[in-house]
């Protein structure tokens, strides 16, 4: 075979490679702008027990019983849905949510579907510690969630903020009768600054940030893991003229979360 043929067979197998590519594009784009038939998901989904907490200082204590896994026809029957113990907790409303997810066909053995499928969140206003049933009817069947009420104590056993005043820990300082953590810290520059938490036993630290909202700078720690520990986060140099906003939020083991947010004034202001 000389150099002409080959070039000139060469030319066909790019011509062809061409093609096919086209094929295949135009099949991902057709893959794209498709949507396959929507299938309801089966698998009905409810907790025999869910826990919730009673604040005693807070005007306002809710709890929440998740239904997912409906059908699209599957749907709480109206007036259905009530609470054995309305000294513990009142139903004040519930909400439907629908979900969808699809698979695109990748090959000759794949295919594309599409499903869906629904859940309700029942809300339940919460008046004491102890434990009601929260009952609901789906399908002409009566289904039953206990709901147990703890009274809420601190997830935090700790907690410490240094680097700000010579190192010296200013927790002690912070006041919390507004509902937030409020303290002024006295450092022209502090450096090096740091917040760390130790949670209650059964709870931990999902979420660390540090934001001041005048420059727009934010930087935050995330951790969802249940094994890997998030304790602090370094809030860096504190700039006299600014004020910043440190948050925590902490989950427990029945997917309950609290988060404390402490406002780290500017010695140079005095209007907050």
Known sequence: MNKYTKDKNMSKY???????????????ILMVVMPAPVSEAAGLRIKDKTY????PKSKNNTATVEITGLTKDQKITKGTVKSSNPAVGKVTGYTRRSYT??????????????????SYTIRVRVYS????????????????????????????????????????DISSKIDFSKGYGKVTYDSVA????????????????????????????????????????LKSISIGTLKAKYNYTITATLADNY???SRITILLQSPTDNKL
Do not use: Q
């Open 255 to 257: 997917g309950n979360s």
């Open 129 to 168: 510690a102890g434990n009601t049933n929260i009952t609901y009817e789906i399908d002409g069947t009566t289904y039953t969630t206990v709901l147990y009420i703890d009274e809420f104590k601190s997830p935090i056993t700790k907690l410490t903020i240094t680097g700000v005043e010579s190192g010296a």
């Open 190 to 229: 502090a450096k090096k600054a740091k917040f760390k938490i130790t949670p209650a036993a059964g709870w931990r630290v999902v979420r660390m940030s540090c934001e001041n909202e005048c420059t727009g700078y934010e930087y935050s720690k995330t951790n969802y893991s249940t094994t890997t520990k």
């Open 14 to 28: 790019i011509k062809i490679c061409h093609k096919v590519l086209a094929v295949m594009i135009a099949f991902v």
């Open 52 to 55: 919730g907490y009673y604040n």
């Open 101 to 118: 997810s699809s698979t695109a066909k990748v090959d000759s053995k794949s295919k594309k579907s599409s499903s869906a499928s629904y």
